[in-house]
């Protein structure tokens, strides 16, 4: 097979975060702009840092400019966690001890991330040391600066969570499915690992963990680690994570949960109320599981289980090692909704085994992630629902480019003095997948797999940039087809706004059909009870809807709604797309519905759009604002910060 295809670290610089200081790996000449690829160079970052303030525009590759932590001079290899989670007081509290290396022994300071963290001591190899909170910034957090002592290899520091930490939620027990216990969920990407442990939180640093978890004994522990299903449920709990991992991976939940197995490998934990239905909606995940591997290569992470969390998760899922979080709005009772189960489980070899080394680099880990998810959906479910999953993601893709600023629609976007979380679109995910198709299609669907699986060898438990991908590219696929592929081309992808002319359009005969019958309804050749919907799918609802011209009248929405039924619909995409249409003409006998999905769904993806809708009116302004209200107790810091805007 492709067996000249090896990844030589020197020449790609395929950063071993692990075991590599990057700056040794960036020593080649191959490099094609040695001081641009220079994985958190210190110097490079304070020059990086320099030009934000000066406003240059030369961005330096591999830097990360979202973390204040200098790896390249000290780095972190593994965590120790002991923490106690204290649901009266809402807050994590214990030690996180760190092994710690030097690149060179002139390097005496190591510097963590850190965000409204209460650091009560520092010791260093058990004696304690002074250290230095700086400046704090709104996005990144408070740098924490420890002076190392000669031949200081473990950093413990001690300290509490603070109550509001951005990357936890704290939830009451009439905000859970049981309604008797609390629960606790941690949700680090991008930059939140900060704010419940003092660490490197960047990346391009993986570290292998190890925690200790006390809770109150009722409840059970989970972490994105070896989780035992047997474990005794007695308030404490023990977690390894043998391979190394990047911060935003590291994941903790606490609650009601039972385990229920649905195969060999794959399991489901979940407050009771929810398990049954829970494993029978993603009991297709052991296939998905099967298939990804005989496609891309051996699954890396032992397990892989699902944790159905409170619908407040402010995401569809969360790729959480050996446990992704998954948001309980996608269990519809049709597997209607399980392409998110194939996304986070394909993350397990884009994201998590190769790893993008900074968040300008996300489109590595959610283009090839979206592309993988078509073709496992396409290998689970047939050609049929890959067609038209494609054709709603591009469509996806393309309302947003109409929405987005120019330079917000370039997959390695620049992410400069900007918070990752308020820059979240389709680009990276449908852009980066449609990219990745466009190269499949050039090349031929069994190279092209065969080229992935390579790349998932090549670059396993390493973090990434752009930049080392298209010398991967240079050096592979472009060497074996060159004429079927061009650089040219490729840079156009990956630095230019938009969709390059003559890119892949997915489409689908079966929604072919569905525009004819919207459009047969909307000029009143037939009547909305007639459209035959008995075979029809979520996705030909979602396309339907999505595709409605901007105004309807009353008479045709409540057409609709007699005769589906829509304001009642129990599909809570479906619902999506009709509340869109109800707020846009202000269809006043869906806003019952539209409050009650508002303050209880706090998925930022559903609600979002609504409450942007809603504020461009002043009465839609101000019933959003109550919703909002209400359910701001209960929603997460992400989804509090994305929408509030909207309402204020
Ligand atoms: N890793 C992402 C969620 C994420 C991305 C969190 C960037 C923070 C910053 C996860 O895998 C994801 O993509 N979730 C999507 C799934 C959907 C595209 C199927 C979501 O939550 O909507
Ligand atoms: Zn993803």
Redo the contacts with the bound molecule.
């Keep these: 097979m492709l067996a000249t295809l090896i990844c030589v670290p020197a020449l790609f610089a395929c950063s071993d975060a692990t075991t590599e200081p990057a700056n040794k790996v960036d020593a080649s000449a191959a490099m094609k702009d040695v001081a641009n690829e220079k994985m958190g160079n210190k110097a490079a970052e304070d020059n990086a840092r320099a030009e934000i303030t000066e406003g240059s525009s030369d961005m330096a590759s591999g830097v990360d400019y979202h973390s204040f932590s200098n790896p390249d001079e000290v780095r972190v290899t593994h965590l120790a966690l002991a923490l106690s989670a204290n649901f009266d007081t809402q807050q994590l509290s214990g030690s996180a001890t760190l092994k710690v290396e030097r690149t060179d022994p002139k390097y005496n300071e190591l510097i963590l991330d850190t965000r409204a963290l209460k650091i009560e001591t520092v010791t260093v190899n058990g004696e304690a040391v002074p250290f230095t909170l700086g400046e704090t910034d709104v996005d990144l957090g408070t740098p924490l600066s420890i002076s190392l002592p000669e031949n200081a290899n473990q950093v413990t520091v001690n300290y509490a969570t603070s109550p509001s930490a951005s990357g936890v939620q704290w939830l009451t027990p009439a905000q859970t499915a049981g309604k008797k216990h609390p629960f606790l969920f941690t949700?680090a990407?991008?930059v939140h690992a900060r704010s419940f442990i003092p660490l490197q939180d960047s990346p391009q640093v993986r570290v292998t963990y190890e925690a200790t978890i006390k809770t109150p004994p009722s409840l059970l522990a989970v972490m994105s680690a070896a989780n035992d299903p047997q474990t005794k449920r007695d308030g404490e709990y023990t977690f390894t994570m043998p391979q190394p991992i990047p911060s935003y991976l590291i994941a903790l939940a606490i609650g009601d949960l039972q385990f229920k197995a649905m195969g060999e490998r794959t399991g489901v934990y979940a407050e009771p109320a929810l398990l049954e239905s829970a494993a029978k909606e993603f009991e297709d995940t052991e296939a998905m599981l099967e298939v990804t591997e005989e496609t891309y290569g051996p699954y890396q992470w032992d397990r892989y289980d699902l944790l159905i969390l409170p619908p407040s998760f402010p995401?569809?899922?969360?790729?959480n090692p050996r446990l992704s979080f998954i948001?309980p709005t996608v269990i519809a009772g049709d597997k209607s909704l399980v392409?998110?189960i194939a996304?986070?489980l394909a993350?397990s070899w884009s994201?998590n085994t190769v790893t993008n080394a900074t968040w300008r680099d996300?489109w590595l880990?959610?283009g090839f992630?979206?592309y993988l998810?078509y073709r496992i959906m396409e290998m689970i479910y047939g050609h049929e629902r890959f067609k038209k999953e494609a054709v709603l993601g591009y469509q996806d893709l393309q309302n947003d480019i109409a929405a987005l600023e120019q330079n917000d629609e370039i997959l390695a976007i620049d992410l400069r003095g900007r918070n990752?979380?308020d820059v979240?679109s389709n680009i990276p995910?449908e852009k980066g997948a449609l990219f990745l198709r466009e190269l499949e299609q050039k090349v031929g669907r069994e190279n092209f797999d065969a080229f992935l699986m390579q790349y998932f060898e090549d670059f396993a438990f390493k973090s990434i940039t752009t930049d080392t991908f298209i010398d991967y590219l240079d050096e592979t696929l472009l060497k074996q087809y060159p004429e079927k592929l061009d650089a040219e081309r490729i840079q156009q992808w990956i630095f230019e706004p938009g969709i390059p002319e003559g890119a892949p359009k997915p489409e689908s005969d079966a929604f072919t059909k569905i525009d004819d019958t919207r459009s047969a309804w909307l000029s009143g050749d037939v009547k909305a009870a007639d459209i035959e919907t008995a075979q029809w799918t979520v996705h030909e609802w979602l396309y339907f809807l999505n595709n409605m011209p901007e105004s309807l009248t009353d008479k045709q929405l409540t057409a609709l709604d007699t005769a589906f039924s829509l304001t009642e619909t129990q599909n809570n995409e479906i619902a999506h797309s009709w509340l869109m249409i109800a707020v846009a003409n202000e269809y006043k006998p869906a806003y019952e519905r539209l409050y009650s999905y508002l303050v209880s769904i706090g998925?930022n993806?559903l609600v979002k759009p609504l409450y942007r809708t809603l504020s461009q009116t002043p009465e839609g302004k101000a019933f959003a604002k109550k919703a909002f209200e209400e359910a701001k107790p209960g929603y997460h810091p992400l989804t509090i910060r994305a929408n509030e805007g909207f309402v204020n």
């Design positions: 949700q990407q991008a995401f569809g899922g969360m790729e948001t392409s998110l996304h986070e993350h994201g996300l880990n959610e992630t979206t998810t990752p979380d979240f995910y998925r993806k």
